[in-house]
């Protein structure tokens, strides 16, 4: 675990379905700080959403617009930053991200991770990551690809498998935030 008390920003990181927006939104309210989300940030430059900018232009392109706004938001001081689930794939992001922020892994079970995106009605705004395959097949492996990445770049984790939006941003408040 690396912690440093020199940082400022609350980053959170994970894959999709995990419950970053909630527990982004809650922190940003209960601690007055003001939070950006890296997708929504990708949206307005994008002219589009997600999906239709990927289906426009590709996966390489969007993530070459992800990482211009992971580095407009890591030069901010004291917000919480929601980031999109493929920030990781990229360690020049994490490496920006990293220099004044404490990352934060927002981790769920696949089975919830599963359960909660069939559930979205916003899931469609989600393109796959790979091509021909299912849906379901897409969230399997790159979960499982994934994992490692949040697991190396995370300083601290939080379950919402376990534990419910609430507790984890007690936590996060308490014990990350409160020694910041
Ligand atoms: C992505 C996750 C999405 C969004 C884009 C790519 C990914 O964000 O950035 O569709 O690579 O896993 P959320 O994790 O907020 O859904």
């Given at each position: 675990m690396i912690f440093s008390a020199s940082k400022s920003n609350l980053v959170l990181i994970g894959f999709r379905g995990t419950g970053k927006t909630t527990v982004s939104t809650k922190l940003a309210q209960n601690l007055d700080l003001n939070r950006l989300s890296t997708d929504d940030m990708a949206v307005e430059r994008c002219g589009m959403s997600i999906a239709a900018y990927v289906e426009q232009h590709g996966w390489a392109a969007f993530r070459h617009i992800e990482?211009?706004?992971?580095?407009?938001?890591?030069?901010?001081?004291?917000?919480?930053?929601?980031?999109?689930?493929?920030?990781?794939e990229n360690p020049e992001n994490m490496r920006l991200l990293s220099q004044n922020g404490i990352i934060i892994w927002v981790h769920a079970e696949l089975n919830d991770v599963l359960k909660r995106l069939a559930e979205d009605p916003l899931d469609a705004q989600r393109p796959l990551l790979t091509q021909n395959t299912t849906k379901q097949q897409?969230?399997?492996?790159?979960?499982?690809?994934?994992?490692?990445?949040?697991?190396r770049f995370a300083a601290f984790m939080v379950n919402t498998s376990t534990h419910s939006p609430d507790e984890c941003c007690r936590y996060i408040q308490s014990d990350i935030f409160g020694k910041m």
């Open positions: 990482h211009e706004c992971v580095a407009e938001a890591a030069s901010r001081q004291g917000v919480v930053i929601d980031c999109g689930g493929g920030v990781v897409d969230i399997i492996e790159n979960y499982s690809r994934r994992l490692p990445l949040y697991e």
